[in-house]
Each structure stands twice: as C-alpha cells, then as structure tokens.
C-alpha cells in the first residue's frame, strides 16, 4: 500500500461518531468529519471492520466477512431518500451522549429499519427499485447466504447456527431451500438492510475521496464461528459433523498473558482453501477492495504461521504453530486483483520468516509507538529506527489513549519518554504526535482520543474483557478550531498536509 507521498491520517470508527441516533452512523456528523480531515491537513480515515456485529458487540466477531453493519444506517439518510416516514424520527429515545448503549438501540434501531422496510415496499420508485434489484443480482454470492443466515437466526432466537435443526445446521440443500421460502419476507429485509448500508457508505466515500481522503478498511484475518461464512462454507474450516469446532485460533503465553489468549474462531482449511484456488479469499478482498481504498489485514502473521489450539482447551496453553498458507494465497489474489493496497498487521510474535513474508509481498508494516520505551535504543518501534514503507500509530484501538498510557507508567518508563522526547512531558500526545510527523514513516496514523488529549474514559477496547468495549464517542464540542489548526500545521511543517492552502 505503498502511498505516492508523505501523508497522515485518523482512526476513527463509524459508531463513535456524534448524533442523536444513540450511535454514530453514515449521515452527516461522518460528511462532517470528513471535512474535519481536509481543514486539518489529513489524507487518510482509519476505520475498523464494518460487519454486522453480534456478541460483546465487536467489530472483529461479525456475522459475515461481506455484509454491512445496519447500525450504521443513518435513519436521517433514509428520510431524505423517501425510505422511511418523517414522523419515525419525532420522538428519539434520550440516548446517552457520550458513548453507545447497545442493548438500547439495537432494540430501537431494529424496530426502525423494519419500519423502514415496509415504507419502501410501499412508496420506492421504480428507479429505487431498480437499484435494490440491482444489488440484490450483483450480490448473491454472499447476500443471499448471509440474509438467509440472519433471518434463521432471528427465527432461532438469536441461536448460533450449530444449534438448530440438524439439516438446516449443515446447510442441506433440501432444508435451505425450504427455509428461503418459509422466511422469504424476512431474506428480503435483511438484503434491504445491506442494500441501505452500502448505498450510504459508498456515497460517503465518494465524497471523502472527492475531497482527496482515502478510506483505509480493516480485514480481520479469522472469522467468528457464528457467522454466515462458517455455516455456509463449512467445508472451508475445521468443523466436525455436528458443527463444532476442533481446533480455533488464539496466540500462546507471553508476558502479558501467562495463558495465552483463546479467540475461538474456527481455522481455515488451507489444503481446501488452496484446492479452489483461494476462490472464497480472492471474492472476501475483491469485496473489501471495493468499499476501502486500502485495507489493514489484522494478525498478518498467521499467514506464515498461526496458534492451533484444540477447541476443548480451557486456555490458549496446549497449543501448536502450524504453516501458513504464505506466498501462495498473495499470488492468488495479486493474479486476480491485481495490486494489493494492504497494511500488514504485522505486531505480537513476529519472526524472520514473518518479516521476510512482509517484505517480499511489498506490504507496508506497523509501528506502535507505545510499544517502544520498554526496550533500549534498538527498538523497531522508536521513530528513529522506522523504515519508510511503514504505518506508524502512536497506539491503536486496543491500546489506551496516550494519556492514559503516560498517566499509567512507571517512573523509570516515564522518564524514558521524556529523554526521547526531550520534553517535560506537559502536552505529551502533542508531542509524540510530533515525534510521528517527523519520522520517516510514509504514513502515520493517530486515533482521534489522542488528538484530542483525552484520557483513558476515552479507551474504544481493552483486549480480553468480553464486554463494554467499542462505545466511547466524541462531541462536536471538542473538536476546536485549535486542534485542526494544530494538526494541519504539524502536517504542514513534517510534509504530510493534504491541502497546504488550508494550513
């Protein structure tokens, strides 16, 4: 992904952005946003998975590696585009501000979109109808799968796919046709539900890129179990007959987990994968191709080589480093694709054969800076050993803001921080956002929390906990003239602004 100048950007997701919706979405607080970035300078929004999530609400365990999320439909958007009554929108729950209840408006937002369902049976145009038929047609391959999918599980309660009746479980023809039939309203409101997403987002990127700002994605390398992927395409993952995993994905012990982390996604079939020419891969970033500019490809490393662990493990302990699917894969998809405009996750265990992987295909890797201060000068995180095929982050989603991190550290840590800096640390996420700019880097990255200065309330996910991520969100109120000024003049000055008559 190798970027034609110096550039900076900022990691956003779509769901802390402002509204009265109870939770960010595609109407005009993101148009709003985008135009935050041009008068600051910046050419790149960061933005996490965009699936359609489930449990704990996560956007890396989402029930399909194609599919939209709903939530981020913007209800003002549809009533602008005569898909929903006016009226729907006169009495607003009192969401709360500042981050997102998800229990309250999944249940709110669900009764809308359905709303919104019906009056575009009634009142679309021939014109609108065209489109959605259109998208439906050019879709299928994965739309009718995953709405299928989400209607049985809304039809089982909200049960994983491996507890329904056993011929609908192992997607048996007979059972999936009858059941297409039998819930045939409820398939077509989830394809209308996907019809709306992409229709927003892609007139949102339109605009950004209109307005010179690329839209980086992100594809999470494993899917969850309880998706659409995983119950349609059993064949693909290590699943037994009665529909359960036997080995999942996790990452061993380390220093910061002495049992290592169990994800429970379930594991590819390489052998099956390569057997079909990577056929399901090349049509997953085909699709991501489409809705981003470029895409970060989350734990890179599990391509060379990832942690096997048996699915009847309590913990990530017992597990086995099994080969990668390596070049291969990358070859398929540059044959099919053609250019890869990819982001290597490459952080955790790395080792020389996961660096060479990285750098034979191009692809530019990561730097964390708040990675850096806990090893001595040599340390690839530290600005002044960055390479320039490189993404640099001063933290990501699943770190804490910069100000919780400096708050949190020990003396000695500290103070490393400052020598580096050579500051007394006053205004220390301005001046490491600095350190950044004048790197070497030709991309850099901050999260919105760290440009504003906020502190750890502001944290979107702290790895492990099963709940209460994902749901900080920010206010118009803190987004001053001051801080656009300053971070369009640090691009400016460092030779990363997008529009220097702005500055």
Known sequence: MATTRRASGILLHPTSLPGRFGIGDLGESAYRFVDFLVESGQSFWQ?????????GDSPYQCFSAFAGNPLLI????????????PAALSDVPPFPVERVDYGWVIQWKRALLQRSFVHFLQHADAQQQRAFEQFCAENARWLDDYALFMALKEAHDGAPWNTWEDDIARYAPGAVSRARTRLSVQVQQQRYYQFQFFQ???????????????II????????FDSADAWAHRELFHIDERGNPTVIAGVPPDYFSPTGQRWGNPLYRWEVMSQQGYRWWIER??????????????????????????????????GRWVKGPGEALFRALRDALGELPIIAEDLGIITDAVRALRDALGFPGMRVLHFAFVADASSEFLPHNYVRNTVAYLGTHDNDTTIGWFEKLDAQTRQHVLDYTGTAGREIHWELIRLLMMSVADLVIFTLQDVLGLGSEAR??????????????????MMTPEVSARLCKLARTYGRWADASRC
């Open 285 to 318: 970033c085909r699709a991501a191709f489409a809705l981003f500019d470029s895409v970060r490809i989350d734990h890179f490393r599990g391509f060379e080589s990832y942690w096997e662990v048996p699915a009847n493990e309590p913990t990530a302990v017992n």
């Open 47 to 55: 933005v996490l998975p965009l699936g359609p999530t489930g449990y």
């Open 460 to 477: 979107m996910n702290f790895p492990g906990r099963a709940d209460g991520n994902w749901q900080w969100r920010f206010t118009w109120e």
């Open 200 to 214: 927003q987002w892609h007139a949102l990127k339109r605009y950004a890129n209109a307005r010179g700002v690329r």
């Open 217 to 224: 994605g992100d594809i999470p390398i494993f899917v969850a």
């Open 74 to 85: 913007s209800p003002q958007r549809l009533v602008e585009e005569n898909a929903l009554d």
